[in-house]
């Protein structure tokens, strides 16, 4: 892939051109997960070597975004044990100045499609009741399937040490494979 042209102004032509490649991830793809968590302070960043046993144990049910095999944003997600129809996404997140807008509903919307069309019924995700961005995108996906949206809060912070905020579950659903 060539790199976008400049304009007239010298400034690159713009990034909505730019079209990521969506994969599931490879074991060789976990630092660059790790990094993308480690620089947004709003995710609980977990080991590296956790984002290497997650590309290997998980790749099925997870995404990653890339552009010229840089990754650029990625999402984590499995399908519960105890609950085979149900498909939680573990943690999201996209490089910052990426240039290619609604990458982080892309994903979701990417992911949860796939899981639907593997039979889940529902999709959850925890977030914290400040995160306006991800419950936007969970009540957009919600909208596209017409189903409904329970919340109801899962592990209160003081469960976990330090300052922690309340895990509120977004339990969307049921949900059919759409039609086209």
Aim: aromatic content about 10%; overall charge negative.
């Amino acid at each position: 892939m060539t790199a976008p042209a400049a304009s007239s102004t010298g400034t690159p032509a713009s990034a909505a051109r730019v079209r990521p490649e969506f994969r599931t991830p490879r074991v060789e793809d976990a630092p660059a997960l790790w990094e993308l968590v480690d620089g947004t302070d709003e995710l609980d960043n977990n080991s590296p070597y956790y984002y290497a046993l997650w590309c290997r144990d998980f790749a099925a049910t997870s995404l990653v975004a890339t552009v010229d095999d840089e990754v650029i944003g990625f999402l984590t997600g499995y399908v519960r044990p105890d609950e085979p129809d149900t498909y939680l996404v573990w943690q999201e997140a996209v490089r910052p100045r990426h240039g290619i807008p609604m990458l982080g509903v892309q994903l979701f919307d990417r992911a949860a499609d796939r899981a639907v069309e593997q039979g889940a019924r529902f999709i959850e995700a925890t977030v914290s009741a400040d995160n306006k961005a991800i419950i936007m995108v969970l009540k957009k996906v919600a909208k596209r399937y017409a189903a409904e949206v329970e919340t109801r809060v899962l592990f209160p912070g003081d469960l976990f040490p330090g300052e922690h905020h309340d895990e509120v579950l977004y339990r969307i659903g049921p949900l059919a494979p759409r039609a086209g």
